[in-house]
């Protein structure tokens, strides 16, 4: 019950285009289409998902329950697979003496507080985040699979079950690419007495895991574009000190799931001085880590597993779109939860003999406590206003407030969306020259020209929205009664891009209203060489050549335009005037 008010929340942001504008998802037949995802989506390199959405699609349509229900479902799944672990681990020779009587409760306990954590509400609640719940149920059955082949009467085929989770896994999100090296990790420690004992028991099973670099490396070159990598403005120290923060706040949510956030925006700009806590707390519980793998191994798998799925996204190597995502704790959780709970189980067994009654009762209150904060956080998911306002009132950012002003714009909620633009410019530059844009359309012209040549002042190798932005000026201009500053602003615009066709044909405007009929047709006729014809431009282009004396070019630019639009009064007129000229 815990996620049943969320069954019939919207679709949200990525979802427009990972589910309402996917063709790739339209049909089941062939499979190949609805394994072949857009190149340049959000699903790029992760056609199973995108697979999973043409059978949801095949099933009902665009229905938004049908989306919420799978991804619930899998989350479910993906909780019975952590149980799984969790009771094969405490129940296995290295571990049975010591928890195995009491291995199928801590595993429940473990699997249902993971399940109803409110952390876990961005993966489920957002439909594209399907990603993350796929991934995680693959991961954790490829481990799950590697695990029941230890002692089994026919290994090869759980070996094989685990290897095929593996590769379909890969096929849902890259952070896959780390789960050979958990099995392996896995199995030195709970499994084997050395990493040779291990390779020679199980070196068909780490070699078709490590098939999936394969299918990675594959995957990764279908991608249209990437905003991963060393190439993108953001330093992999940079990044690293973000991550020393986003991985604090992740601890802390952990364990005081209060004021979720989806967006946390881009990386900053800091210096070590600015995190120094939190890094130390990082390398503190990497040191930890470090030394319970030597001294204490099998607690020290835990950590390894919370860095090692962490890894993918929350490392050295910069993602510039997104610092952090709340959704990049969803295995992470497993090794935390876990912990917490053979913390509190050991610590209630040394207060007093009996541990059931009060866990019992201790799991219940936090399990319940959780399930209802998740249940809020679903409600926060019932629109993308309120969606994006939590995201601004308890993380503020530049991009937050712009798309927060985006959302409130398509609802005609004009004035809140300039007041959250101008809230998002300081760190934020493309959302002045929206905001300049909004104040155009206002007819707020002196205050439009003050915010753009501003945005073009802070971004002078933005070439494209630089002349989207002086168009803008110029335009302000003219609607001020200032031709001569609007027509030297719109050709300082055309010296930077000599083909836009919208700068010509807004310039020919203003010269043919100053009865400058040649310059008027030189520059219709270059909006023209870029593009399809309008009656407006072909009856305005039509009357600078006939005032040009050019008669006949003249007739056959209006015939254009009645062509598009025969009720055309203003090209009518021009027709029958080149026919009876005025004498």
Not at 161 to 176: D, F, H, N, Q, R
Not at 180 to 206: C, H, N, Q, T
Not at 239 to 264: C, E, F, G, R, S
Request: aromatic share 8%; glycine share 8%.
């Amino acid at each position: 019950m815990t996620y049943a008010n969320s069954l019939s929340g919207p679709l949200l942001f990525d979802d427009q285009a990972a589910i309402l504008t996917n063709t790739q998802i339209r049909r089941l037949w062939p499979p190949a289409e609805a394994l072949a995802p857009p190149r340049d989506s959000v699903l790029a390199s992760r056609p199973i998902v995108n697979f999973s959405f043409a059978i949801n699609y095949a099933i009902g349509g665009l229905s938004v329950r049908g989306f919420h229900v799978v991804n619930v479902s899998l989350h479910i799944l993906s909780a019975l697979a952590l149980f799984g672990i969790t009771r094969r681990t405490l129940a296995a020779p290295k571990l049975r003496e010591r928890f195995g009587a009491a291995s199928g409760g801590l595993a429940l306990a473990c699997a249902l507080i993971w399940m109803v954590h409110p952390l876990q509400t961005e993966s489920v609640d957002y439909v594209t985040q399907r990603t993350e719940l796929m991934v995680g149920l693959f991961y954790l059955t490829t481990l799950y699979c590697a695990i029941r082949a230890t002692g089994s009467a026919t290994p090869e085929r759980w070996h094989a079950a685990s290897i095929v989770s593996c590769l379909v896994g890969m096929g849902c999100k890259e952070s896959m690419v780390t789960a050979p090296l958990v099995v392996l990790v896995y199995d030195r420690i709970f499994s084997f007495d050395s990493m040779r004992e291990a390779w020679r028991s199980r070196k068909g099973l780490y070699s078709g895991l490590s098939v999936s670099w394969l299918e990675f490396a594959g995957l990764m070159t279908a991608r249209a574009h990437t905003v991963t990598g060393f190439n993108y403005g953001v330093s992999p120290w940079t990044y690293l000190l973000n991550q020393a923060q986003m991985i604090v706040q992740y601890l802390k949510l952990t364990v005081w799931p209060h004021a979720l956030v989806l967006d946390y925006g881009p990386p900053r700009r800091l210096v070590l001085m600015e995190v120094l806590p939190q890094a130390a707390l990082v390398v503190a519980l990497l040191a930890l880590t470090a030394t319970a793998l030597v001294l204490r191994p099998m607690a020290g798998f835990l950590g390894a597993w919370f860095f090692i799925t962490l890894a993918p996204a929350s490392s050295f190597l910069p993602i510039v779109t997104e610092v952090g995502a709340e959704r990049r704790m969803y295995l992470p959780l497993a090794a935390v939860v876990v912990l917490a709970v053979i913390g509190a189980w050991q610590l209630l067994e040394k207060v007093g003999r009996q541990a059931t009654f009060p866990g019992v009762v201790a799991l219940s209150v936090v399990v319940g406590a959780l399930a209802h904060a998740t249940a809020q956080r679903n409600h926060d998911y019932a629109s993308g206003v309120t969606l994006l306002q939590t995201s601004v009132d308890r993380w503020p950012h530049g991009r937050a407030h712009f798309n927060l002003a985006t959302v409130l714009k398509e609802q005609g909620r004009i004035e809140e969306a300039i007041a959250h633009l101008r809230a998002a410019v300081p760190d934020d530059p493309p959302a002045q020259y929206v905001l300049g844009s909004e104040l155009y359309d206002r007819r707020q012209f002196d205050e439009a020209i003050k915010e753009l040549r501003a945005f073009i002042d802070r971004n002078p190798g933005s070439l494209h929205q630089t002349v989207a932005a002086r168009n803008l000026i110029a335009l302000s201009l003219a609607q001020q009664g200032k031709p001569g500053p609007a027509i030297e602003e719109f050709q300082a615009a055309l010296t930077m891009d000599p083909g836009n066709a919208a700068l010509h044909g807004n310039l020919a405007f203003i010269l043919l209203r100053q009865n400058n009929f040649d310059g008027a047709r030189r520059h219709y006729e270059a909006y023209l060489a870029g593009r399809a014809g309008s009656v407006f431009v072909l009856t305005n282009l039509g009357i600078a050549l006939q005032a040009l004396g050019k008669i006949d070019e003249a007739k056959e630019r209006f015939r254009q335009a009645l062509a598009i639009d025969p009720n055309a009064i203003d090209a009518r007129r021009g027709l029958d005037g080149t026919r009876h000229p005025t004498r």
